[in-house]
């Protein structure tokens, strides 16, 4: 691998995971990095999550040979704006955003001539800041690229090279088949779980604080996926609202064809969905991508 200086901007989850993987798994890469809020900034230095935390944009990625925008979708163009005019002949401009096709389009208009190689790591959690960053956040997990069909191959495979180095499983896509796949497996999941957390507080005067009580039940587990950060969904809705709004439309259809189910007392309908889900569950822990022991190995109190 050739990527020997990487300059990270948005130094919250994403960005300080991958400084951290950098400086565990690969020791001889250099990072630098810069955040526009200055508590961050702060923060990143004391937990050394780049070895070097500057106090500008330009300064982060002057001497990069790869910079990743680790920053909320629709402030990717503020980001690139903001390096520009500093950034080195040749270097690799990439991101970590969790809509591919408006971040290229984004990206290719902000800095005109560069080599942009957008990139989503399918890795993360609710939390979000400078605290919340690990260095095995990417270990397993999918990062996949999504090239435009001018990007230099070499560049392609030296950024594959890069996330296989701190851990993660790369994978070319298409930016329309990535948005696709991810509001299926992402976006429409968080939507779902939005939803019902919304819902049942709205419920909340009626069920006289059972809700939280009894969330055991099944409620708790969606809302770990609604407490994620709400810039970073608004932003993800917004940029990927074709792909969502199609999706989205046959889950409407299928919640439509299991409400009849119910009301006409068709048991085998159901029966039938429940065990195809299952099976998928099985497939999910066998694939390496969750936990099986009981309750996601969460202690219970
Ligand atoms: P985060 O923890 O909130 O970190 C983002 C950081 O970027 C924050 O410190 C934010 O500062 C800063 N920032 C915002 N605008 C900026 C700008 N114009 N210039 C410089 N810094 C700026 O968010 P995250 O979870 O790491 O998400 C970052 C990106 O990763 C998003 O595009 C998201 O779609 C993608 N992603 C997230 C996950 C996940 O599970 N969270 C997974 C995969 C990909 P303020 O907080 O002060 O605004």
């Not at 995971?17 to 809020?37: C, H, M, N, Q, Y």
């Not at 520009?84 to 040749?90: A, D, H, I, N, V």
């Not at 191959?153 to 790369?170: N, P, R």
């Not at 074709?242 to 029966?271: C, H, M, P, Y």
Request: glycine fraction near 10%.
């Amino acid at each position: 691998m050739s990527i020997e200086r990487v300059a990270i901007i948005g130094l919250g989850l994403i960005g300080g995971s991958i400084g951290l993987a950098v400086s565990e798994k690969l020791p001889k890469v250099r990072t630098s990095g810069w955040d526009f809020d200055p508590d961050v900034r702060r923060r990143a230095a004391e937990r050394d999550l780049v070895q070097e935390v500057c106090e500008n944009a330009g300064e982060a990625v002057g001497n990069a040979d790869l910079v990743i925008l680790c920053v909320p979708v629709g402030a990717m163009g503020d980001a690139a704006a903001a390096i520009g005019s500093s950034l080195p002949e040749g270097a690799i401009v990439s991101d970590v955003g969790s809509s591919k096709a408006s971040v290229a389009k984004t990206l290719a208009e902000a800095l005109p001539g560069a080599i942009v190689i957008p990139a989503h790591p399918v890795a993360g959690t609710e939390k979000s800041g400078p605290d919340a960053g690990f260095a095995d956040l990417f270990n397993h997990r999918w990062c996949i690229l999504t090239p435009g069909e001018d990007a230099p191959q070499q560049a392609v495979s030296d950024l594959a090279a890069f996330w296989e180095g701190i851990g993660a499983k790369a994978e070319i896509m298409d930016a329309e088949h990535h948005d696709l796949v991810l509001a299926v497996t992402s976006h429409i999941p968080h939507l779902i779980a939005f939803t019902i957390v919304g819902t049942a507080s709205d419920l909340e005067d009626v069920t006289r604080g059972e809700v939280i009580k009894y969330s055991a039940g099944g409620f708790r587990d969606f809302t770990r996926i609604a407490a994620s950060d709400p810039t970073m969904w608004r932003d993800v809705f917004l940029t990927n609202r074709d792909a969502v709004l199609e999706v989205l439309g046959r889950f409407s259809e299928d919640l439509t064809a299991l409400q009849r189910a119910i009301r006409n007392g068709d048991g085998d309908t159901l029966f039938d969905l429940f065990t195809r889900t299952r099976a998928i569950r099985r497939q999910v822990v066998e694939q390496g991508q969750d936990d099986a022991r009981p309750d996601f190995g969460r202690k219970d109190h």
